[in-house]
């Protein structure tokens, strides 16, 4: 921690502020672009587009932590989802872990090849282990990638989560309980308040004994959601549209005796 500076998600007035007073000494920004971490909180535009810009200026690398947005959010990650709308936008590396192991124990990073260079047996920075490249898990990976790669494949997987993130909020509105919620691909996080949150601090404003009875109410009805207020939901391409009615109609009858 002695080398780390934590900063507040989404804060731009805080962000410059640190590069200006450190700038120099950074070596790198590490952002999960779409965090799940903290259930599902998006990084502003202009968040990540100052980010962009402050690691340029300051000679110091934009990591992108997609472990968990990693062929979730869309087949190139929450980076190209971000792309879109931020032209020219690209981290200088990437490091992805969960899905691209297939269920598999794996994990990779990636990065623009002046960085790649530096590791051995090109550069001087040595990087390996017992399981680097298992060839087990990387023949589960691909093969994994390969099914997700196929025309359309997120954009059913895009529909469904909505249908199910669409139906939630319509229980909840009808309930009056205050709800938000929001997804990208097959990601998505919903919140027990009005608006959703920015960052971590507003994100445990959640009243967590209403947290709790909502989990163990849809627990009870054969559906288990992420148990703790603070991880994001995963909608998979084996949910069938008749699990995603389930859900809302669990959620239906548990937010009216909220
Ligand atoms: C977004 C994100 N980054 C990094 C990690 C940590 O990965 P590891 O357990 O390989 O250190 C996790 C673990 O769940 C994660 O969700």
Redo the contacts with the bound molecule.
């Keep these: 921690m002695q080398h780390t500076l934590v900063l507040e998600y989404n804060n731009v007035a805080q962000l410059e502020e640190a590069f200006a007073l450190h700038g120099k000494e950074l070596a790198c920004l590490m952002i999960?672009p779409i965090a799940?971490?903290m259930n599902f909180v998006r990084a502003s535009i202009p968040f990540m587009r100052r980010a962009r810009e402050l690691c340029t200026e300051h000679g110091a690398l934009l990591v992108l932590?997609e472990?968990?947005t990693g062929f979730r959010v869309a087949l190139g990650g929450a980076q190209s989802v971000y792309a879109k709308q931020i032209p020219g936008f690209a981290p200088d590396m990437t490091?992805m872990?969960k899905v691209i192991g297939g269920g598999m124990p794996l994990?990779a990073f990636g990065a623009k090849r002046s960085v790649m260079e530096h590791l051995a047996p090109l550069g001087t920075v040595y990087q390996a282990g017992t399981l680097s490249g298992n060839p087990v898990a990387t023949a589960c990976g691909l093969a994994t990638l390969r099914l997700i790669s196929r025309p359309g494949f997120y954009d059913a997987l895009a529909a469904k989560t909505q249908a199910l993130t669409h139906g939630l909020l319509a229980a909840a509105t009808s309930a009056g309980v205050p709800f938000s919620v929001d997804s990208e691909g097959g990601m998505f996080g919903f919140f027990l308040m009005p608006d959703l949150p920015q960052n971590y601090s507003t994100v445990m404003q959640t009243d967590s004994k209403r947290f709790n009875h909502l989990f163990h109410s849809m627990l009870d009805a054969g559906v288990y959601f992420a148990p703790a207020l603070y991880e994001a939901g995963f909608v998979s391409a084996a949910h069938t549209d008749a699990d995603i009615a389930h859900t809302v109609d669990a959620a239906k009858s548990i937010f009216a005796s909220m």
């Design positions: 999960e799940g971490n932590d472990v968990m490091v872990g994990a």
